[in-house]
Structures are given as C-alpha cells and as structure tokens.
C-alpha cells in the first residue's frame, strides 16, 4: 500500500482549513427541517461564517435574494478604455477577402 508521509498530509490538511476560513452560508429560520436554499423564498435565514472549528452567526437577512446578495459578491468589472488595442484593417491578401476586379481577369 502506497501510504502518504504525515507531514505532506499535515500541509496538505492546513492549506485546506485555511482556504476554508471565513467561509459564509445561509440556514433558513423557517420551523420545520432544513430544506433547499430555493425553498420558502420569504423566510428569514441567518449567514453563518466558518471560523475554523464552528458555524458562528454573523447576521441576518431579511429573504433569499437579500441572503444571495449577502452570499455571491459580484467582482468588480475591469475597465476598458473606450477604444481598445487591436489591429487596423488594411488591405489584406487573405483567403477571406475577395480579389479586385482586374485580378479576376487573370484567373
């Protein structure tokens, strides 16, 4: 059997805790079992934060989509300037483009 060194496996294990820390997720605060994120739109949930050894409640929301805003962050757009970098068309020779009319002829 091929067996992982401890210290490799020791690595390996805190760069996946660290990865894991200050992850967030949302718990529906309806009565009843716990149910799809998708399920009782208008419920209240609370956002959960990962600190490393448990579930801490950070805050709550108000329904899913203020749950959802909280959760899935947008990134920020990179701006383009308004006329980016690329290359002229000029004349061309490619197989794409059509010959002129006294290049037909000779054909």
């Given at each position: 059997m091929n067996e992982e060194p401890l210290e490799s496996w020791a690595?390996?294990?805190?760069?996946?805790?660290?990865?894991?820390l200050g992850r967030l997720r949302a718990r529906t605060l309806a009565p009843g079992p716990?149910?799809?994120?998708?399920?009782?739109?208008?419920?209240e949930r609370v956002i959960e934060q990962w600190d490393g050894y448990q579930w801490v409640p950070v805050t709550v929301a108000v329904d899913l989509a203020a749950a959802k805003a909280l959760l899935f962050?947008?990134?920020?757009?990179?701006?383009?300037p308004t006329e980016w970098d690329r290359p002229a068309m000029g004349e061309g020779s490619g197989r794409h483009r059509k010959p002129a009319p006294a290049e037909r002829q000779d054909e």
């Open positions: 690595q390996r294990r805190a760069a996946d805790q660290a990865r894991k716990e149910r799809a994120f998708h399920v009782n739109p208008t419920a962050v947008p990134e920020p757009l990179d701006e383009r």
